[in-house]
């Protein structure tokens, strides 16, 4: 009986996690970089979630540290990763910097 219970735990959904402080805005600002690298091309998609990596230190205040949030896009063929850095201001998020990597083998 014990392990009938138990295979019926493992078949019920997880509960889903949610979603990294300032995911939202991580996403939309990643479409705004990806558009500004191509010139605007219309082609260009973002992904829908952000993946939350370690943070970093604030390098003028060694005491606050600050969110860092990857969001995966492409313009065609091209492949793009960006990288969102922000501090968390209560409810607000502040930019405090960006960066856009294209997924090439040079």
């Known amino acids: 009986m014990r392990y009938l219970l138990l ?3 493992m078949l019920l ?3 889903a996690a949610s979603a990294p402080a300032c995911a939202k805005e991580a996403i939309v600002q990643a479409k705004r970089l990806l558009l500004f690298h191509t010139d605007g091309d ?3 998609v973002v992904e829908s979630t952000a993946t939350q990596l370690p943070s970093i230190r604030n390098p003028a205040n060694k005491n606050q540290r600050f969110l860092v949030l990857q969001v ?3 313009v065609y063929k091209a492949d793009y990763t960006m990288r969102l850095i922000y501090y968390p201001m ?3 998020c502040v930019l405090m910097g960006q960066e856009v990597l294209a997924h090439s083998s040079l």
């Open 13 to 15: 959904p997880y509960p």
């Open 7 to 9: 295979a019926a735990a």
């Open 72 to 74: 995966e896009g492409s």
């Open 42 to 44: 219309d082609r260009a």
């Open 90 to 92: 209560g409810r607000e």
